[in-house]
């Protein structure tokens, strides 16, 4: 006989394994399993049997059959670009013929084109945008995802784009995590000093008082904005309340880490060309290094060396860094990637698409985990191990998704 009522949200059951993380990262794996979600949070795990008598899926809101199919943490995916507008798939055609990422933005095309396009669109069409980038990464299993600002880089585009994000937050099943970019690229015209002024002096307060970005990133990178500027911007957002994070060491090496590691960023992310000593300085300092592989398959370039940052300790984090340039709404895809090119295994895989991943976030509810008492957010495969996300590249592996355990996604 039940011991609950009737109003408990949710129970996944019958499955051929549920898969949690464990507080130093390893896998809690139970098979013929079942899990209990009970306002938003996970009340219980285990065999299905002794689950369901106290959950009977009868009495549930939402109760999932998951007979056969393996059920993972939700994904969390902590960096994205994914409010934009445009297209710019011609310029894939044109890095496939050769032409360097830094060619095509020194001739008006990659950030700056799509800056055009964003400072055209209407808040509708932007929202839109965002919405069909946003049902697709749920398909995909993502439960919550980080998106940043930077396609406006002036003060009254990067407001827009950041109410825009926040609207998605509030009207769509996946939690969005908004990040100010303003640091993004130096407008057309502009001197990179002068327009990292304007950032400081203009926009972070302006985004400060709007009171919706979390974090303040920049694109510490050559021919970008140097390691003096990013600190000036990193330092002016952290004095107006926003966490830093830092674009390091995508396309060349020069000192991005060494600096997220001083000023105790989030997470430092790309790391393509992080050296011995910036993986030790993120280690030591506890920032959290998001590697991103899609960006590397996209551009063509030599991946990062994931096996360095794992052997040292650190807690690696996976992303899509979803943008007209790496267009991928998928962390299975990043999965499949950070095995066969970045040599992590799929456990290694999992975790740093949830648990991991919540902590470039600074999350501090426990997402990504399904432990009692966190988030009951929750990816059903059609699959019998989480080893097919990763193994079975190419195809979307999730059949099922919860967001707080209310089901918001069938295939």
Known sequence: ?????????AVVHDAAEIVTIEEEGSLGIYEDAAIAVVDGEVARIGATGPVTREYPPEDAQFAVDATGKAVIPGFIDPHT?????????????AKLQGKTYQEILAEGGGILRTVRAVREASDEELLSNLFSHLDTMLAHGTTTVEIKSGYGLDTETELQMLDVIARADDQHAVDVIPTFMGAHAVPEGRDADDYVDEVVREQIPAVAEQGIAQFCDVF?????????????????GEKHGMTPKVHAEELAHIGGTQLAAELGATSADHLLYATREDIDAVVESGVVPVLLPGTAFGLGAEFADA?????????????????????????????????????????????????????????????????????????????????????????????????????????
């Open 307 to 411: 096996r360095a940052f794992l052997d040292a300790g650190a807690p690696i984090a996976i992303a899509t860094d979803f943008n007209p340039n790496c267009y991928s709404q998928s962390m299975g895809f990043a999965a499949s990637l950070s095995c066969v090119e970045m040599g992590m295994t799929p456990k290694e895989s999992l975790v740093a698409g949830t648990k991991h991943a919540g902590m470039a976030l600074d999350m501090a509810d426990g997402a990504g985990t399904l432990q009692p008492g966190t988030p009951g957010d929750i990816a059903v495969l059609d699959a019998p191990s989480y080893v097919h996300v990763p193994y079975n590249f190419g195809v979307n592996a999730v059949e099922t998704v919860l967001k707080n355990g209310q089901v918001v996604h069938r295939a």
């Open 81 to 93: 670009h994914a409010l934009f507008a445009g297209d710019r798939s011609d310029e894939f055609e």
């Open 220 to 236: 510490c990178e050559e021919g970008v904005f140097s390691v003096e500027q990013s600190r000036r911007v990193l330092e002016a």
């Open 1 to 9: 006989m039940s011991t609950q009522n009737s109003e408990f949200t």
